[in-house]
């Protein structure tokens, strides 16, 4: 099926990288972790190995790629866990985990080959992380509060590590 096609094969693979990139920006754009680069290699690596799967299962009639897919989701869930921390009762990165579970679906229904579910579920993702990006600081601007004292504002870390200089 695909050990031939060498373009079928390029476009799942250009497909995944290329909708994983766009879920990148997204993160990128608001100085997150998890950017370009990291999104695109995890869409571009559940494919290639979606796509392994699936000549495997052909070459070899007794193989399950469905359990490929499984060991992808929990390596990703382990990676995306990684991110994810909590500091001061504020919990971080949830967003940019969940976007990176997002790029490893991509990658895995890209390397099936299911186009439509590929195109749309980015849309829809693409759309969750920008346009709610929105409602969510409207929401936010009505709830906050500045802090009573210097000590009760915590200067959370970015994404060098160091904390955010006071500006006078």
């Not at 979606?50 to 382990?78: C, H, K, M, W």
Request: aromatic share 4%; glycine share 12%.
């Amino acid at each position: 099926m695909l050990a031939n096609d060498l373009g079928t094969t390029l476009i799942r693979l250009c497909l995944a990288t290329l909708l994983g990139l766009a879920l990148g920006f997204e993160r990128e754009r608001h100085g997150h972790d998890a950017g370009l680069r990291t999104h695109g290699l995890v869409s571009l690596s559940s494919a290639m190995l979606t796509l392994s799967a699936l000549e495997l299962s052909e070459s070899y009639g007794n193989s399950d790629p469905v359990r490929v897919v499984q060991g992808l989701a929990q390596a990703i869930g382990f990676i995306a866990g990684g991110l994810i921390f909590v500091r001061g009762g504020d919990v971080r990165n949830m967003t940019t985990a969940a976007s990176l579970w997002m790029a490893a679906a991509v990658g895995i229904t890209a390397g099936a080959g299911q186009y439509v579910l590929v195109l749309s579920g980015s849309l829809i993702a693409l759309l969750l992380l920008s346009a709610l990006l929105i409602l969510e600081r409207h929401i936010r601007r009505g709830k906050e509060k500045p802090p009573a004292t210097a000590e009760d504002a915590i200067a959370m870390p970015n994404r060098r590590g160091s904390a955010p200089k006071e500006s006078d």
